[in-house]
């Protein structure tokens, strides 16, 4: 892994880290003020004291609020019917779903509402749901709302304790009421608020994410009427990056969505995919249980040799007590639907502990084989608005000892142009004080690395600039060509400059061009 020892003064720019001690800056989302809580750097801002610490042994008082407000939601629960509840619950989820597919928009705190809810739900003693007490409509929103609100203070105490917001103690004592967010976090909302999964801190706005047309194209139609769940799971290919962003985004959400599939258990999800009609809820009746589940346990201990049961997928998705209910239980039987399924799929396939494993057809997991495609759409997208501002070079990547993605010159601008392009997303995990520099900007495929490899590419082209000749055919001397070396992403970078190379979103690097 590299260190921050490999980032001398001078060698980087970045307006995310701290210009003194780089650490990452925080930034008061009402004034705006940038600040860096490191205590020891002379950017710490004088008129505080601290941060506030969020951890339970120093803030009791927080965590025995959030305790009592399970509480209540548990004991509200428990007076209620459950099926109905239960229905309720499935109902909204379903609806949320069809809204994500259709809209490209989710209300992504009331999802995680209520796969907390249900989680609550399935902790209740009984091992049948109970069919009495209240089942008024108005209650079930009322209590969605509360533990809607419980989640939103437990994801907020999270996010203080992993560094992603901040609140300091002002010099006399009192705590400063506005919360400080990590800088970078901008960068990764804009990115967020395209997936339509956004739900707060909107005042923190940068230009929205400007690159959809890059995944809608390396995005295949599925067949006219094709049946095939594969065919759909490449057209949806999107909402898979996007869906696990969302629910992987904190600790807490991850777990409740932790359901570690196994790869036999895709035919028999794909297969109550396939039997259920479009926007309608599905069932399979309680008295046909029992030949549901002996059929279920043929056919995953015959295709997964004997290693998995209908015993595993039960407890796996639909009677389990920690993770959100794929198929919901309730006393008439369980209850499924196209669209959650669906989403689940999507997000199932997606565990990187499926990968090498041939999922749903595919020869390689689905994320590696369309990021590869966005990537390629990325490049010609690229080269093409290069063409656009009078560059010329070749149509796909040259390898010279190194593969330069865009290699392009132009004559009446006296510019030649070498551009890495990286098309990829921030690891939510990532986007924390704690992992920031880590994972972010210093681990072996970070930033760091890639600007390096393109340093090297630079060097190697001013060295041997003969060997290019036949690639860009400059028609003047090299030395009149300003060479301009660029590593690209499609979001905006940790550091914007490492030694020679500029380290810029696309659409920061295209706007520098026109001005040239």
Not at 297 to 307: E, I, N, T
Not at 356 to 364: P, V
Not at 397 to 423: F, Q
């Amino acid at each position: 892994m590299q260190t921050l020892t490999d980032l001398q003064p001078g060698t980087y720019d970045s307006p995310y880290l701290c210009g003194d001690c780089r650490n990452p800056l925080y930034v008061d989302v009402i004034s705006k003020r940038e600040v860096c809580l490191n205590p020891k750097c002379l950017r710490w801002p004088a008129d505080y004291s601290s941060v506030a610490d969020p951890r339970p042994e120093a803030s009791p008082k927080i965590y025995r609020e959030l305790k009592e407000q399970y509480a209540r939601i548990e004991d509200t629960v428990r007076r209620c019917n459950l099926a109905s509840l239960r229905r309720f619950l499935h109902e909204e989820r379903r609806n949320l779903g069809l809204s994500f597919l259709k809209d490209r928009g989710m209300r992504i705190s009331e999802w995680h509402a209520i796969s907390e809810l249900l989680v609550i739900t399935q902790r209740q003693p009984s091992r049948r749901l109970h069919t009495t007490g209240d089942e008024n409509e108005g209650t079930f929103a009322g209590i969605l709302t509360e533990t809607s609100a419980w989640a939103a203070r437990m994801r907020l105490m999270e996010d203080l304790r992993t560094g992603r917001y901040a609140i300091l103690r002002h010099q006399n004592g009192t705590l400063y009421p506005p919360t400080f967010a990590l800088k970078y976090l901008l960068a990764v909302r804009s990115s967020e608020r395209a997936m339509g999964l956004v739900e707060r801190i909107e005042q923190l706005d940068e230009s929205p994410f400007e690159y959809e047309h890059i995944e809608t194209a390396a995005t295949p139609s599925p067949p006219p009427g094709t049946t095939e769940l594969a065919d759909h799971l490449e057209a949806l290919w999107p909402f898979t990056l996007h869906f696990r962003h969302a629910l992987r985004s904190h600790w807490r959400t991850s777990q409740l969505y932790k359901h570690e599939p196994e790869l036999v258990d895709f035919s028999v999800l794909a297969g109550y995919w396939g039997q259920c009609p479009d926007d309608e809820t599905c069932r399979i009746p309680a008295d046909k249980e029992k030949d549901e589940v002996t059929k279920l346990d043929a056919h995953l201990r015959k295709f997964s040799g004997g290693k998995v049961t209908a015993a595993d997928f039960v407890k796996r998705y639909i009677d389990c007590e920690e993770q959100a209910p794929v198929i919901v239980l309730t006393p008439e039987g369980w209850l499924f639907d196209k669209t959650t399924l669906l989403l689940f799929i999507l997000y199932l396939q997606g565990e990187p502990r499926l990968v090498d494993k041939n999922t749903a057809r595919l020869n390689e997991p689905l994320l590696d084989r369309m990021r590869g495609r966005a990537g390629c759409e990325f490049e010609l997208w690229l080269r093409a608005q290069l063409r656009a501002e009078g560059f010329r070079g070749p149509d796909a990547p040259v390898k010279v000892r190194y593969e330069y993605d865009l290699l392009m010159i132009s004559d009446a601008k006296n510019t030649i142009v070498l551009s890495d392009a990286k098309y990829r997303d921030v690891n939510p995990s990532s986007v924390t004080g704690e992992n920031l520099l880590a994972q972010e900007l210093l681990a072996h495929n970070g930033l760091l690395a890639e600007a390096k490899r393109q340093e090297d590419r630079l060097a190697f082209f001013i060295q041997n600039q003969g060997s290019f000749q036949k690639f860009l055919t400059p028609q003047h001397p090299w030395a009149s060509y300003q060479v301009r070396s660029f590593l690209l992403t499609k979001f905006a970078p940790l550091i914007s400059r490492y030694k020679n190379t500029a380290i810029v979103s696309a659409r920061e690097f295209l706007t520098s061009l026109e001005s040239t």
